[in-house]
């Protein structure tokens, strides 16, 4: 009885272990990353110490025979089985994810090579007549999420209303260039390419049309540039908290991404989740753009929102890419709701009855700007956001919504 118990506590403590052995190696490859190794290092890392952890747990589920040759086969066939999961799970990690696809060129795509160094593709739509001298330009949400044709396509429709219509992908997103550094990436850098957006298409002032995380950028322009403004509209605004990494899937699906054989997690994304969680850049250096962009289509897929776009966009997932920009996030600064109190420019808040930014978000921007208006739009379809896009921007009354609270039949996050 004795003797029984022993291995079955011999067996307990090797199941312990075997399932320690793969979030030791990921927490050995997030360490050893976040003191700056090279993918090289921090992967060999990982892995020697899941190997070295795996194989020592195999040797306590294994009971010791008492003749010496068993001694020595139960060695053999412990280190067998240990090499052939350690060299699974090594091409596993190493091997890259199959690249999501580079986009095509849509109907009427151009590109904008600016002062600031940015590559970004675009599409303009122009009216029969120009009769509004301001523009319109979309900013996309994500970050990193756009659909150039199927945005170009909804909002264009403002054309007919005598307004010039520019959409474009954000830099690192969709059909724009990426940098080889991720570093430059970020709000500023956004601020500053649709400044030179502006000098650009000739333009005093800009009407700013945006969606989701775009709402954090027209808003840090509309502080940086208040004059350059002639209205904004922020539908489904992404939220003005400091240190929040707008857009990143958090659920434990998204975390494990896809189940392989055996039940077990995928065990490259667990590796690219992990970087993404300590060290963006570092996750950027391991996996590549491609390998990003495959990781963030990937956990769109699971961890998808319900709530649809007007234009069908973000609904659908990412179009193009834009894994980095989009994995990493882009905080909002913790100025800048402090440098919008003095906004002037006309604003309307648009919400709709199920979008995937939270209702809290939307009335952080209510506060944040004392003048800007607030309205709901009743459906998902567009028609009638496109009807108060439309009334706003010719300066035409909108039904305000004067409620904090989400009215019945609120669908989304509050």
Known sequence: MASFARLAGRAVAGAGVLALSPVLGLAALAGTAMVGARPAVFTVAGLAVFGSVFFLGLLLCVPRPVVAWGRWLRALVVLGVAAAVIWQVSVATLEPAPPSGAPSKVAGQRSWRLSTG??????????????????????????????????????????????????????????????ADPRGYGLARDVADLEAIRLAVGAERLNLVARGHGAQVAAAYLAEHPDRVARTVLYSPDGLSPGRAAGRPETAAAFLGPLGAGGLPDARTLAVSTLLEVDPAAAHAFAGDLGLDAHLALLRRRSSSPCPSPSGAEGGGPVGGGGYVALSGRPAPASLRRDLAGVTAPVLIVKGPCDAQSWSAATGYRRALP??????????????????????????????????QPPPGYRGPR
């Open 118 to 179: 940015s590559e970004l593709a675009y599409v303009r739509v122009a009216p029969k007549r120009v009769t509004r001298p301001e523009p319109v330009v979309f900013l996309h949400g994500g970050p990193g999420v756009g659909d150039l044709a199927g945005d170009s396509a909804f909002y264009g429709r403002l054309a007919a209303d005598g307004f010039r219509v520019y959409v474009y992908d954000q830099l690192g997103a969709g059909r724009s260039a990426r940098l």
């Open 371 to 404: 003048g800007a208006r607030f309205t709901y739009v009743g459906d998902d379809r567009g028609a009638a956001y496109l009807g108060v896009l439309r009334a706003f921007l010719t300066d035409r009354p909108v039904a305000p919504y004067e409620g904090e």
